[in-house]
């Protein structure tokens, strides 16, 4: 019985739908889901793209990578959005091929809502990783007060905030955290959303960002860009060469630098922890998720349009809203990729 | 009468018809229930028992249990339920027994209008304005005065089982009043006359008269808010911080039932993920169904016409 | 009863009398605050741009929330087509044939419904539009808030419709008027004022509703052209920005959050009018 009345319901729906086709426009709406991470910059994109060709319109729910990963594999969306790239077992459970395309670089950065401390404070990767371990759990902890003479450190409480959500900025963050300390390898480990130790959560890069700017004595982990546009101060980490390392452009740009040398051919590659004396240590690709074979004509496309468009016009806006620019070598290789789409 | 043939057949059209849409709401009730608990078996018929009794929440190792949404969902409806019932009770009471009839009536007015207010307004204000405050103010002098008890110790994080304890009992208060109200108006003016003229205080006609009376009633009153307190969602999502983790401590940020639907099902990576949420929602609607049958048969039982839509 | 001394009693009295008017005070204290924020922070922050823009990209200021606005009538304005005549008819049948053991149960059903999360609802639309139909789209957001109209509707109407006097009724079905007829031409027309009343009561309600539309609906940040696309909603944006770091768009909720509670307020003062003017 239940059967016939979920049909009917469907049935009823598809009609109404049909209902209002007729007077839908000639605009077509490509559907995009997935990461938090680059958000403010595909927005931007998305809403310069639209007076670019007018014919289209890109909506992109920054639901998580989680949820993009989801929404792409179930085929709910057109395109789907991730910093974690897809593992094997991930690629298989979609219908048809997935294609990563990297769109740009980006770092996460330790932020903090300090009263008093505005700016620069210093972290060794262990100090870091005992934060978020419950490990270090007062700000005026000898082991920060080392790295930071002269910094007039409180005695409160750290509060640790972290995503709630399943997410690649998570996973880039406990991608490093991992590399950096055996505890954290072992008791914790990497991936979307992990089993935090301690703290509070937050829907998102924003509902983190938020969350921190609402609460004094925070700590947590955004994408530069949230923290800058929020004007929230980040951390300056300790690399893998021992310097400590302000993020930026081009301080990311370094990180891959030697990563890019051997780049795979399916951009699955982590860049976190790379050697170099200006390489900051947390760093990570962001793909946008498509299928090889679009089942929408007009959408597939509009979207390899748009594709080659971000590849090239809009990779330029990317530095200036705290993203690092695909290296050359990378463009080169995604132009070919993008053209094996086939619609 | 000539025309009576045609309609009685007309009658009996139309009372088909419109059985047939009144029956819709039982239809809706069933559907729900089937469709949860079939989206809910994967994740049943895999974690059996220890989805209620463990702790583990890990979308990544596909490990799910239950314990702490419903630790933190029991927790605040229950203690926002202990602070609001006597705030309303005196509320209603204060409505119907106390005031001057115009300023009863316009605090009723006013306990309405607010019982009206979406969950995510309340949300919005509880987390911009009332969680920065709990942080700098209630939160540090609790830990600095009461931080030798084990359910005031920790960090002040703001968001806390503590701000979604107060910002549910801000929202269930007005349900609450109004229903006892309702039920405090259907005391027989008799009873409350008759023990007046015997003498007796204002209070003692309360505590006499008007309570016994209304008091399965006001009991009804009491568990239709805990179930709304159970199910509120939105509000609740913004204030309480989200950790998936039991701590006695009120100022530990905790998770309920309903939240963690509200953030994950959206992003559910896994068929997995997605029935282990569906499951919640089948705890969450088993147990507002039990609660909401509870609350209707002891109103039903105090006001046969009683009015719907109230909650 | 054991005769106390009267100035035992009057204290008793006395502070009985405190306490109510202290508790009164306590439950108002924080709604009047809340309300008060929610006044000067939405009026500081609304323009004409708020009902004519829609979200600028982040970090942009200025942007408005047109298209939430619309999202929501429309998807109220759909869900209002299929829930208001279910609710209407059904509250038909409990007046007019009532008062069997089925009758009973489909009141207490309607009651229990009103009590279940809609975050629920919202679950069930998702298994039984969103997942076949591949899609978020206004269309599952319409039907979450149509199954949270119809109890509230059927539960409200029927109310009305039994203060209607038995006398009209019988008037009309003496004079050889079906029942159906008499139901129709009298019965709700008399009480028409009454069914609006919960007609407006059931819109106020479900128009502040953001659980059972963020897995159905989902949102758009711009206008949405087909119904079976994720539409903008005014609720779910007002939560959006609210966890959202952004200033711009905290103001933006503010402004949004204001809209909405003098909307419900308007929809609660109406109903409240008409219910009054008919029975007074």
């Not at chain 3, 959006?240 to 929809?267: C, K, Q, T």
Request: glycine content about 10%; hydrophobic content about 50%; overall charge positive.
């Amino acid at each position: 019985m239940f059967s016939t009345i979920r049909k009917t319901v469907l049935t009823l729906a598809l009609l109404a739908s049909v209902c209002v086709a007729g007077q839908a426009s000639a605009e077509t709406l490509i559907n995009g889901a997935g990461a938090t991470f680059p958000y403010p910059l595909y927005s931007k994109w998305f809403s310069e793209y639209a007076k670019i060709d007018t014919s289209v319109k890109f909506n992109y729910q920054s639901i998580g990578s989680g949820g993009g990963i989801k929404q792409i594999t179930a085929g709910t969306v057109d395109f789907g959005a991730s910093d974690k790239f897809l593992s094997d077992a991930e690629l298989k459970a979609a219908p048809g091929k997935l294609l990563h395309i990297p769109t740009v670089m980006g770092a996460v950065v330790v932020t903090y809502n300090l009263p008093g401390v505005h700016k620069g404070l210093k972290l060794r990767s262990s100090d870091v990783a005992d934060i978020f371990l419950g490990k270090i759990t007062k700000w005026n902890d000898k082991r920060i007060a080392d790295d930071n003479p002269g910094v007039k450190l409180p005695n409160e409480s750290i509060i640790v905030v972290h995503r709630s959500d399943g997410s690649g900025t998570t996973s880039i963050f406990t991608d490093y955290l991992s590399s950096v300390n055996q505890e954290w390898h072992g008791k914790v480990g990497k991936g979307a959303s992990v089993n935090w130790p301690i703290g509070l959560g937050g829907k998102g890069n924003e509902g983190v960002a938020g969350q921190i700017k609402n609460t004094k004595n925070s700590i947590g982990y955004v994408e530069l860009a949230y923290a800058f546009e929020n004007k929230l101060p980040y951390a300056t980490l300790m690399n893998k060469n021992g310097k400590f390392v302000e993020p930026s452009i081009k301080t990311t740009s370094a990180a891959a630098a030697g990563a890019v040398k051997h780049m795979p051919a399916d951009y699955r590659v982590s860049l976190v922890n790379q050697p170099g004396d200006d390489a900051y240590p947390i760093v990570g690709f962001t793909w946008l998720v498509v299928y090889e074979h679009q089942k929408d004509a007009v959408k597939g496309k509009k979207l390899v349009e748009f594709l080659n468009w971000e590849l090239h016009k809009g990779q330029k806006m990317a530095a200036g809203m705290l993203y690092a620019p695909l290296p050359a070598p990378v463009v080169k290789m995604v132009e070919k990729t993008i053209k094996t789409i086939k619609h | 009468m000539q025309n009576s043939a045609q309609g009685i057949k007309g009658d009996a059209i139309f009372r088909g018809f419109t059985l047939l849409l009144a029956c819709s709401i039982i239809v809706i009730l069933l559907l729900m229930t089937a469709e949860m608990v079939k989206e809910s078996l994967p994740a049943i018929s895999r974690f059996g028992w220890r989805f209620i009794s463990g702790s583990t929440w890990d979308a990544v190792q596909e490990e799910f249990a239950s314990l702490p949404y419903l630790y933190g969902s029991i927790v605040s409806s229950i203690l926002a339920i202990l602070l609001a019932t006597p705030l309303s009770i005196g509320t209603a009471l204060f409505i119907t027994e106390l005031a001057p009839r115009k300023v009863g009536a316009a605090t009723a007015a006013l306990v309405e209008l607010l019982a009206a207010i979406p969950s995510v307004i309340y949300g919005l204000w509880g987390i911009l304005v009332m969680t920065p405050w709990l942080q700098s103010t209630i939160q540090p002098f609790l830990i600095e005065h009461f931080g030798f008890l084990p359910f005031f110790r920790g960090a002040p994080y703001g968001v806390s089982m503590l701000a979604a304890v107060f910002i549910l009992m801000i929202m269930i208060v007005p349900i609450i009043t109004s229903i006892t109200k309702e039920v405090l108006m259907a005391v027989p003016s008799s009873q409350k006359e008759a023990a007046i003229a015997l003498g007796a205080t204002r209070w003692e006609m309360i505590r006499m008269a008007v309570l016994p009376y209304g008091r399965s009633g006001i009991l009804g009153a009491v568990i239709l808010g805990l179930g709304r307190a159970i199910g509120e969602t939105m509000a609740v999502t913004m204030v309480i911080g989200n950790t998936p983790k039991i701590s006695l401590s009120l100022l530990s940020p905790a998770y309920t039932m309903p939240s963690v639907i509200a953030n994950e099902f959206a992003e559910t990576t896994t068929k997995m993920h997605a029935s282990a949420l569906m499951e919640i929602g089948l705890i969450l609607l088993f147990v507002t169904l039990v609660i909401n049958f509870l609350a209707r048969m002891l109103l039903w039982s105090v006001t046969r016409k009683w009015k719907g839509g109230v909650a | 009863m054991i005769l106390r001394s009267i100035t035992l009693r009057r204290t008793a009295n006395l502070s009985a009398t405190l306490l109510m008017g202290g508790a009164t005070l306590l439950v108002l204290l924080p709604l009047i605050i809340i309300f008060y924020h929610i006044v000067k922070m939405g009026i500081s922050s609304i323009s004409l741009d708020f009902f004519t823009q829609i979200p600028k990209p982040t970090g942009e200021a200025g942007g408005g929330m047109a298209n939430g606005i619309a999202g929501s009538a429309i998807m109220i304005g759909m869900a209002s087509l299929v829930g208001l005549p279910i609710g209407i008819f059904g509250a038909v049948y409990l007046t007019e044939y009532g008062t069997g053991k089925l009758a009973t149960a489909i009141r207490f059903c309607a009651d229990v419904l009103s009590g279940i999360p809609s975050i629920i609802t919202g679950m069930v639309a998702y298994s039984m539009l969103v997942v076949p139909l591949k899609g978020f789209s206004a269309l599952a957001g319409s039907f979450a808030l149509s199954l949270i109209m119809i109890p509230i509707v059927l539960r409200t109407t029927e109310e009305q419709l039994k203060m209607v006097p038995a006398t009209l009724r019988e008037a009309s079905l003496a004079l050889g008027v079906p029942l159906w007829r008499t139901s129709i031409k009298v019965t709700l027309r008399s009480a028409l004022t009454g069914v609006i009343t919960g007609v407006l009561l059931a819109i106020a309600r479900v128009a502040g509703e953001t659980a059972p539309l963020l897995f159905t609906a989902l949102g758009n940040q711009f206008w949405s052209k087909k119904l079976t696309e994720p539409m903008a909603a005014l609720p779910l944006q007002i939560f959006n920005f609210a966890i959202s770091p952004y200033e711009d768009w905290h103001r933006l909720a503010w402004a949004g959050a204001l809209v909405l509670v003098v909307l419900m307020f308007g929809l609660s003062l109406a109903a409240r009018w008409l219910g009054r003017s008919k029975h007074s």
